[in-house]
C-alpha cells in the first residue's frame, strides 16, 4: 500500500485545524508519557501501524519503558502501570470503541477518582484525537516505515 493523497496539501485548511487540536493537547498538563501511551493504546485498537509507529518511537525518546511499551495490549494484567493509568487506558478502550462499548458511569467514576472535571475533558479530547489520526491515516494509506 502506498499513500493515496497527500492530504496536508490537498486540504490545508483542515489540517491545520488538526494540527492545532494536537497543540492544544500538548499543553493540557497531562503526563506526555500518559498521552503516548493513550495514543498508542488507542492506534492498536485501530490497527494503525503508522501512527502505532510513530508514537512508540516518541515515548521511547520520552524514557518509556520497553517493557511498558510491549505490555501495553495487556496493561489489566500488569503491576507496573499506575491505577491512574490503568484508568486512562480503560476510557481509551471505551472511546475507541464507543460504538459498542459506551462510557458506562462506573468507569467515568473510576476515571474520576484520578482525574478532575478538566483533566477528564482533556483526556476524552486526546483520544477523540487519536482516533481521528488513526482514521485519516488508514484512509489515506500511510504505512510505518523503518528508521
Known sequence: MKQRIDYYNAAPDAL???????????????????????????????????????????????????????????????TFYTDAEKAALELTEYVTLIATKRVPDELYQRVREHYDEKQYVDLVLLINQINSWNRISIAMGNIATEK
Open 16 to 78: 491545520k485545524i488538526m494540527m492545532e487540536m494536537e497543540k492544544y493537547t500538548k499543553t493540557t498538563g497531562l503526563d506526555r508519557k500518559l498521552r503516548e501511551l493513550i495514543k498508542i493504546r488507542a492506534s492498536q485498537i485501530n490497527g494503525c501501524a503508522y501512527c502505532i509507529n510513530m508514537h512508540t518511537a516518541d515515548a521511547r525518546k520520552m524514557g518509556e519503558t520497553e517493557q511498558r511499551l510491549f505490555c501495553l495490549t495487556a496493561w489489566r494484567e500488569c
